[in-house]
């Protein structure tokens, strides 16, 4: 990997830390006093839209840096998850647009189905290559295929999964918020 590239790929790296840090974070806010769980889920709540709509178009515009500018390959299953990544972006681009929140449950949806994609990637990569469906063929590259690995563990699949999980996350956050303070009926 060129410098730049390295650059790149130890930002996003951290990055997946900060999310997969606030993945863990958000199951002890159920567990402290009342008041200070409802302030803090409601700011995040209210904030939802706007966050999920940063982490979806960064992550599609990263995704495609790692392909168009960087020259990594996508295998079969990097596609897929794109397949359900790409349009949550222009998903909550139009529910910011719009002031529209109804498609929630579609963000929620599509990110569930990515996540486990992603998460059969990762162990596929990590842990048990023969599982991997993709083929070793010029267009595709193989699913095994680690461009990288960052702090030991961080692979692109683990970012996409860390992407979902964080968009599930703040989606629930966010029906949560709409229905104790009747925002929204979802």
């Not at 960064?58 to 495609?64: E, I, K």
């Not at 990515?114 to 595709?140: T, W």
């Not at 999980?165 to 009747?182: I, P, S």
Request: proline content about 4%.
């Amino acid at each position: 990997m060129n410098p730049f590239v390295t650059s790149v790929t130890h930002l996003f790296g951290a990055l997946t830390i900060v999310g997969q840090v606030a993945v863990i974070l958000f199951l002890p806010l159920f567990v402290i006093h009342r008041r200070v769980r409802v302030r803090a889920l409601q700011w995040i709540g209210e904030r939802a839209i706007v966050l999920c709509f940063i982490l979806t178009a960064g992550a599609s515009v990263g995704s495609l840096f790692y392909s168009e500018i960087a020259g990594f390959v996508p295998c079969m299953l990097c596609w897929i998850q794109r397949a359900f990544l790409f349009p949550q972006a222009i998903l909550f681009g139009i529910m910011l647009w719009t002031k529209n929140k109804i498609a929630v449950g579609y963000a929620i949806a599509l990110s569930v189905l990515g996540g486990a994609v992603a998460a059969y990637h990762y162990y596929g990569q990590m842990l048990n290559a023969s599982a991997l469906p993709c083929p070793v063929v010029a267009e595709v590259s193989p699913c095994a295929v680690r461009h990288f690995v960052e702090f030991g563990y961080i692979t692109m699949p683990l970012m996409s999964l860390t992407v979902f999980l964080v968009v599930v996350v703040l989606m629930t956050l966010y029906k949560d918020v709409c229905k104790r303070y009747v925002i929204l009926n979802l």
